[in-house]
């Protein structure tokens, strides 16, 4: 696949985006029952993707949530192909014991998927009570899955980076 068509696949997904009814309002962080939808770009060692995430406080430190994540491309000759991986997470929000303004959320965390396991940083910004960005950093830990006949792109001690919107669903 092209990386033009890689852009505009992105640039696409991020759009539906905006589709979430107007009902969606949009904080940082507001600990228990704070419901969240994340939807942005990924990098995975150099592959492009897009990602989905749904995160719900747990209490003002913790939060836990599910992601789906696809890195499209395809490259026979590399042995390596769009992929897709599917997992959970934990976050500990440092907002509250920081004393941060209401519209910044700096989290770290762990991510268990079906490729691999991750350590994890990131943060939230809201730019209004609809809506916010975010940025995350991920670190692979280890292999879940591992194949000598293709190069998984989520597998190993790969870096990865995300940026998107997020949406509340309170």
Known sequence: MKTSTRIFMSIAFLALAFLIPNKTFS????GDMDEKIHAGYLNVDGHSGVEMECVEGANDYLSYGFFARVLLG????KKNMGWADIGSAIYFHWDELLKLTSKLDIHTGFQL???????????????????????RIQKGLF?????????????????????GLTFSLQ
Do not use: C
């Open 113 to 135: 998927s079906w490729q691999s396991g991750w350590i994890t940083g990131g943060m939230r910004y809201n730019f209004s009570e609809r809506w916010g960005v975010y940025a």
């Open 74 to 77: 395809n490259d026979v000759e």
């Open 27 to 30: 904080q940082a962080f507001d």
């Open 143 to 163: 292999d879940v899955v591992h194949s000598k006949d293709f190069d998984y792109p989520y597998n190993g001690r790969k870096l990865g980076f995300s940026v």
